[in-house]
C-alpha cells in the first residue's frame, strides 16, 4: 500500500535534487514517510519509536532552509536512526529492557553531524539487544520482519535499519556493523549498506559493544546514496579517540562508472560447501558482469578465514563484558529492588540482560578470566594478526576483494534460535573484515527463486571508500539486477 | 564430546564476577552453551601463534592527547535526569554494607 503520493519511493539523490528545485517539500516528503510507516509498521515492526512530530518540525524548519537557497543535500532528507545512537530527547533503548526510559542528554556526534545538515530523523529503529546477533530476534520488544517475505526474518542486528529502507518507509538510514550487522540485513532485505574502515565514522554516543570492531554506517537504496550519507558521516572527531583524522573525500565524486582494469581478489575460502548454491551463482555471475565491464578476477587465498569466527566470539564477547559493565542500575535505567548494592547489581542485570546478551557476557568474562587469559583472549588477539596479514597480501595484488555476504538467502523467524552457534556460523563472510578493520560495501546481486534478495560483498584495503563504492555504483548502473520492490 | 570441559562452579564464578544472578536453569543451559562455544574456539589451537604479535590497536596506533583543560559545562540536572533514585544532587544508592 503505497502512500498516494509515493514520494517515499525516493531515493536521495532524486530527491535532494527536487527539494532543491522546490519541486517538492521536504514536508510532503516527510508525511509520504511517515503514512508508509504508520500504513506498514504493524506488520514489518522496524520501529521502536516513532517521532512523527519532530520531524514534520525538523521538515518544516529544512523547508525554511532551502527556500534560502544553499542547503546541503541531506537537507530535508527522512532517515531512521537504530536504537544504538544517543539521539537528546528521544528514547534510546538499544532494545533492551536495561536502558528503562533512558533519554540520553546528549547527541552522538553523527547525529549531531546529520542534524546540522538539516535532516529530518522519522525515528528510531529496531535491532538486537546491544547489536549482538544477526536477525533482530534479540530484541527485547520483539523481531523486525523482512520487507520480502514476513515470515523472514531482517538480518541483524540492524534489521529495523535495513527492512525500512527497503520497505520505503524511509529514505536512507543509520546502522553499526561489528561482524557484519549492517551488511547481513542490507544483504537480507536488498538495500545498500557499508562498513567503513575503523575509524573513519565517529563512534562517540555509539552504545559500546566491542570498541575495536564497532563501527558506523549508511543504510540506501543506491550506492550513490550511501556515498552522499558517508561524506555527511565520515571525519575526524576528537571525543572519539580511535577517530582518524583523515581528510573526507567527496565520495559520489568517485562514482565514475568505470571498472576497467580492477583488480577483483576471489578467495576460494569464500566459496565452500554449506552455501546455498544459488547465493553462489548469483555472486559468479556478478564477478562474470565485471569482468564483461573491463575488470579482471584474480583467484586469491584468505587462509585464516577458517578461524575467523572463532577468533571474534572471544574477542567482541571479551571487549562486550567490560563495556556492559557500565549497566548497573545505579544512574540510569532499569533498577531492580535490593538490599545492598552487590544485589542491586545482580538482580538488575539478571531481570534487564536477555539471553543472548548474557550469553556473551559470560563468555567474554571467562575469556578474559585469571587461568583462561591467556588461552583464549591473547590467543585470539595473535589469530586476529593472522588475518589482517591475509588481507594485507591480497591487497598487493587486488585493488578489492568480492565476496558473498552470507552463506544463505533470509532464513525464517525461529529457525536459528534454538543454537548459538548456529547463529554464530551465519557470520562467516562478514567478520574477517571487522576483525581486519577495512571497509565493506553490501550490494544487491540478485534473487533466490523464493525471491529472497542476495547480496554481493565489496573488500577494499583500508581508507579505499571511493574503490568499492565505485566498483559497486557499477555493477549497479550496468542494468544486470532488476531490483524487486517489496509486495507490502 | 562426551567430556564436559566447563562446571557448574566455573559458571558461577563468572557470573558473580560479570555481576549477573542467574536461575539454576539459566546456569545449566550457559555450562552447555559454554562447551560448546568453547569446543568450536579450539580449533584456534591448531594455529602456531608463538612468533606473531597480538593486535592491540586496528586503527592508527598511539593515543591522542590533548590540553588539561575543562572544555564542558557542567550540568547536574541533565546527569540525574534519568537516576532512578536521587536525592537533591545525589544518585540514591543502597547502603553499602562490610
Known amino acids: 500500500m503505497a502512500s498516494p503520493s509515493e514520494l517515499n519511493r525516493l531515493t536521495i539523490a532524486n530527491a535532494a535534487t527536487m527539494l532543491r528545485k522546490r519541486e517538492i517539500s521536504s514536508t510532503e516528503l516527510t508525511r509520504a514517510c511517515l503514512d508508509r510507516i504508520a500504513a506498514v509498521e504493524p506488520r514489518l515492526h522496524a520501529f521502536l519509536t516513532v517521532t512523527n512530530e519532530q520531524a514534520l518540525e525538523q521538515a518544516a524548519a529544512a523547508d525554511r532552509r532551502l527556500k534560502a537557497g544553499d542547503a546541503p543535500e541531506l537537507c530535508g532528507i527522512p532517515l531512521g536512526i537504530k536504537d544504538i545512537y544517543a539521539t537528546k530527547g528521544v528514547a534510546t533503548t538499544c532494545a533492551s529492557k536495561i536502558l528503562g526510559n533512558f533519554i540520553p542528554p546528549f547527541d552522538a556526534t553523527v547525529i549531531a553531524k546529520l542534524r546540522a545538515e538539516g535532516a529530518v530523523f522519522a525515528g528510531k529503529t529496531n535491532m538486537d539487544e546491544f547489536a549482538m546477533g544477526s536477525s533482530t530476534e534479540n530484541s527485547a520488544f520483539g523481531p523486525t520482519m523482512n520487507p520480502h517475505d514476513l515470515s523472514r526474518v531482517a538480518g541483524g542486528s540492524s534489521g529495523g535499519s535495513a527492512a525500512a529502507v527497503a520497505a520505503d518507509e524511509i529514505l536512507g538510514a543509520l546502522g553499526t556493523d561489528t561482524g557484519g550487522s549492517i551488511r547481513e540485513p542490507a544483504s537480507f532485505c536488498g538495500v545498500v549498506g557499508i562498513k567503513p574502515t575503523y575509524s573513519r565514522v565517529s563512534r562517540y554516543g555509539v ?226 573484515v571487522n576483525l581486519a578493520g577495512l571497509p565493506g560495501l553490501a550490494i544487491p546481486s540478485g534473487y533466490d527463486t523464493n525471491n529472497l534478495p542476495i547480496g554481493m560483498q565489496i573488500i577494499g584495503a583500508p581508507f579505499a571508500e571511493e574503490t568499492i563504492l565505485r566498483a559497486g555504483d557499477a555493477f549497479e548502473r550496468s542494468g544486470a539486477v532488476t531490483l524487486k520492490r517489496p509486495a507490502l | 564430546m562426551a567430556q564436559s570441559k566447563i562446571t557448574l562452579e566455573q559458571v558461577r564464578h563468572v557470573a558473580r564476577l560479570a555481576r549477573i544472578e542467574l536461575s539454576p536453569q539459566e546456569e545449566e543451559h550457559l555450562r552447555a552453551d559454554m562447551d560448546q562455544i568453547l569446543a568450536y574456539v579450539d580449533k584456534l589451537g591448531e594455529l602456531d601463534v608463538s612468533a606473531v604479535e597480538p593486535t592491540m590497536q586496528v586503527g592508527e596506533s598511539g593515543t591522542p592527547m590533548r590540553a588539561d583543560e575543562v572544555t564542558n559545562s557542567p550540568d547536574p540536572e541533565a546527569m540525574l535526569a534519568n537516576a532512578p533514585a536521587r536525592e537533591r544532587g545525589y544518585f540514591k544508592v543502597p547502603k553499602i554494607i562490610e
Open chain 1, 207 to 432: 552504545i559500546a559493544f566491542a570498541s575495536s570492531l564497532d563501527q558506523v554506517g549508511p543504510f540506501a537504496k543506491t550506492v550513490r546514496d550511501a556515498a552522499i550519507m558517508l561524506r555527511s558521516l565520515a571525519g575526524h572527531d576528537p571525543r572519539d579517540s580511535t577517530c582518524s583524522a583523515r581528510a573526507v573525500p567527496d565520495y559520489p565524486r568517485a562514482l565514475s562508472g568505470d571498472v576497467k582494469g580492477l583488480r577483483i581478489g576471489v578467495p576460494k575460502e569464500y566459496f565452500v560447501a554449506g552455501m546455498e548454491p544459488e547465493v553462489e551463482r548469483s555472486v559468479r555471475a556478478a564477478l562474470k558482469q565485471y569482468e564483461a565491464m573491463g575488470a579482471k578476477t584474480i583467484d586469491i587465498s584468505l587462509p585464516h578465514t577458517a578461524y575467523a569466527i572463532a577468533c571474534y566470539y572471544l574477542v567482541a564477547t571479551a571487549e562486550a563484558s567490560a563495556n556492559l559493565a557500565r549497566y548497573d542500575g545505579i544512574r540510569y535505567g532499569m533498577r531492580a529492588a535490593a538490599e545492598d548494592t552487590i544485589a542491586l547489581y545482580e538482580m538488575t542485570r539478571a531481570q534487564g540482560f536477555g539471553a543472548e546478551v548474557k550469553r556473551r557476557i559470560i563468555l567474554g568474562t571467562f575469556a578474559l578470566s585469571a587461568g583462561y587469559y591467556d588461552a583464549y583472549y591473547l590467543k585470539a588477539m595473535k589469530v586476529r594478526t593472522l588475518i589482517r596479514r591475509d588481507f594485507e597480501r591480497a591487497f598487493e595484488t587486488c585493488d578489492v576483494i568480492v565476496t558473498p555476504v552470507a552463506p544463505a538467502t533470509a532464513f525464517k523467524l525461529g529457525e536459528k534460535m534454538n543454537d548459538p552457534l548456529t547463529m554464530y556460523l551465519s557470520d562467516i563472510f562478514t567478520i574477517s
